[in-house]
């Protein structure tokens, strides 16, 4: 049996790739933890509040990843056989947002109203939700969460490299069928888990105010930031020697059909929630817009909309701006600019509402966090082949010029 540093390198062009990629990573989370080490010595408030920001952009990878990688267990669509390595790196750095999560943990008073006594007593309203808006039980649940993301991930990497390295037939089909099962029952923690650290960690930021589509809103972005990241990915990784036999014009409409779906389901949420909030008329929600309408905030989501919603609906409805690498690529890179803009708008609006603020330690922060997760990725992904032998099991022509299994 090959190592794994021999199996990578049966791939040299990939591998290339994927080292620069890393080197990328690595001085990019340089210069952000640089950054980000002065932007919190001149401004610790201006620093806490968008590292959330970064960490809540950011965590949408390995969730996202981790997400479409059990989807892609139950359905064993090609679109996923060609993800699945990149799925199960991405799924697998979810431990180090628990070490991401060490600034927040230390600062609650410094971003959550319910975390400081006097604001809840002033307020009946938190002084309702105080049994379970509370720093201990806030930081037992972000651990709990973290755990279980991780757990998953390491979990469905070790039989998929058991899976992958078993010579015997049953075994390979046992492993297959408890991909499956697992899969089926962690998508289900995964939405549950998912939605209850959105609701701590984004929608607490503004505790009187709630709103029982916004966890699922915020799912439907991770997976279209997530989904775009994977997408570019692809595209970069096309024409190596490791993809360049399964990625074809019809996987990448695959994926752009894919990037479509989740399109539309971020428009449909946030839509959603605007029209039953608004049309409700209730004074203890419509604030949340009102903040996020005001002081050029406006301007934010207007363009959000514009640019991650009617452009790409539009563009993924040809079939040759999916099949075209160049125009999926720009396309790509616009959502991906925009899920920013997006994440920007749902945190920054809760400490400067009614005035748009675009703040330098944002960009920091967010280079400081992006750097690391992409250096973590990137020498996950490359420490295994990209396509594994059940996914290249999944293309007919491969199946046909290997003895027809």
Known sequence: MSSPSRQADASPQAHKLIGRLKLVGAAMGLLGIVGAVIGALVDYKAFIETYLFAFVFWLALPLGGLFLLMVHHLVRGRWGAILRRPLE???????????LFVPIALSPQSLY????????????VLRHKDLYLNVPFFLVRAAAFLGIWTLLAFVLRRWSLAQENTKNPGAYREYRTKLRILSALGLVALVLTDSFAMIDWVQSLEPEWYSSIYPMMTIVGQLLTAMTFFCLLVLGLRKTDALSEFVDADRLNDLGNLLLVFVVLWAYTEFVQLVIIWSGNTHHKIPWYLARSAGGWAWVIAAVVALQFFVPLFALFFRKVKRSPKLFIGLCALIFVMRLADVYWLVLPAFYDHEFVLLWQAFANWAAIGGLWLFAFAWLLGRKPLMTRSSKELFPEWRKAHGGR
């Open 89 to 99: 790196a991405a799924a697998l750095t979810a431990p180090l947002f628990l070490l």
């Open 113 to 124: 109203p319910w975390s400081i006594p006097e604001i809840v007593q002033a307020s009946e």
